[in-house]
């Protein structure tokens, strides 16, 4: 199962200030890392009089340690002398857990339909292309936890399969009621005729754009693309439909 998670950056680079003109606030190492497209996302003290820092670059997260000169920097993991990893807490609180609140809040102010109950303690989204087979087998696997009211499935419609995607999927977000709709035609397995729009409401355009924009921009290359959240609050990804293990990883007790 794909993740968005903390990945163990395995660098032994040893940045030296000399190389770099220590015109800023920041140490002279620290900058030139900012220069080159590392984001500072929080500082703290770390063991062997280290001043350590958690770093955000393309989307993945790392420590940097400064030396007590301030003259050099390590990238990469600090461990104890028990083997323990010490960086991956200050990466999981700086770096991960806000990204994924970030990522959380992006998801609930898209479009999509919601299949289950409202008071439900689980969400879960779901990018689903009309014409994709694969979100037809998730949606019908996962009615048993949307029946117990313990799981609120949010599709969020998508236009990438074929030509007529956009337009299949604007049907059912332009009729009377989307979220009956969308189960009439899922429960159809595909089959239910579609009205298709010979003109797509603007609203609905852009809803579906930016669904697409969105699914791309957390990762997602197929569909169904699921989100969710695990126990420590912690947003997790998986691409395809998920095996039977992996779905109740997903949706939860029942």
């Not at 190389?19 to 140490?27: N, V, Y």
């Not at 960086?87 to 990522?103: G, I, L, N, T, W």
Request: glycine share 8%; with cysteine.
């Amino acid at each position: 199962m794909k993740k968005i998670s903390a990945v163990s950056v395995s660098l032994a680079l040893l940045f030296n200030a000399t190389a770099f003109a220590a015109d800023g606030k920041l140490p002279a190492p620290i900058e030139a890392l900012e220069k080159q497209g590392f984001e500072i996302k929080g500082e703290f003290k770390a063991p062997g009089d280290l001043q350590g820092y958690a770093m955000q670059y393309q989307g993945q997260g790392t420590t940097v340690y400064l030396t007590p000169d301030k003259q050099h920097a390590i990238m990469g993991n600090l461990v104890d002398a028990a083997g323990k990893n010490l960086s991956d807490a200050e990466v999981e609180k700086f770096v991960y857990a806000p990204m994924a609140k970030e990522m959380w809040q992006s998801l609930e102010k898209h479009r999509w339909i919601a299949a289950g109950d409202a008071k439900a303690s689980r969400i879960v989204y779901v990018f689903a292309d009309p014409y994709c087979p694969y979100c037809t087998q998730f949606w019908e696997q996962a009615q048993p936890w949307l029946k117990s009211g313990k799981v609120q499935l949010r599709v969020l419609l998508v236009g990438m399969l074929r030509p007529d995607s956009g337009q299949k999927a604007a049907a059912i977000l332009m009729s009377k009621d989307p979220a009956k709709t969308l189960a009439d035609y899922e429960n159809s397995k595909g089959k239910l005729a579609l009205q298709k729009p010979e003109k797509i409401d603007p609203v609905i355009g852009e809803a579906l754009k930016d669904n697409l924009t969105l699914m791309d921009d957390l990762g997602g290359n197929a569909t169904p693309s699921i989100y969710y959240l695990n126990a420590e609050g912690r947003l997790q990804q998986h691409q395809g439909m998920p095996d039977a293990e992996t779905l109740n990883t997903i949706l939860g007790d029942k």
